[in-house]
């Protein structure tokens, strides 16, 4: 497991929270906001969401796929590689 998500109070999504360090991101290490489980990959891949990036709906990121500042993946759109 490489994160854990935390409540943001007043916000349907939740903050990412780095578990076991991987790639550049360290363990403690905040990331972006995903709505649940299935929009980011837990096990596949070094795929992480940075900073204020949120990703929702029915997105998935996965793989080695990276998103950053202050992007937004939502929709039925799909991030690999």
């Given at each position: 497991?490489?994160?854990?998500?935390?409540?943001?109070?007043?916000?349907?999504?939740?903050?990412?929270?780095?578990v076991d360090p991987f790639s550049d991101v360290e363990?403690?290490?905040?990331?972006?906001?995903?709505?649940?489980?299935?929009?980011?990959?837990?096990?596949?891949?070094?795929?992480?969401?940075?900073?204020?990036?949120?990703?929702?709906?029915?997105?998935?990121?996965?793989?080695?796929?990276?998103?950053?500042?202050?992007?937004?993946?939502?929709?039925?759109?799909?991030?690999?590689?």
């Open positions: 497991m490489k994160y854990k998500l935390m409540e943001v109070e007043g916000k349907l999504l939740r903050r990412l929270v780095c363990s403690g290490q905040e990331g972006g906001r995903v709505e649940n489980e299935n929009d980011l990959s837990q096990y596949d891949g070094a795929a992480w969401v940075f900073g204020d990036a949120w990703v929702y709906d029915d997105a998935q990121v996965s793989g080695n796929a990276l998103v950053a500042a202050d992007a937004q993946v939502y929709g039925n759109a799909q991030m690999a590689g």
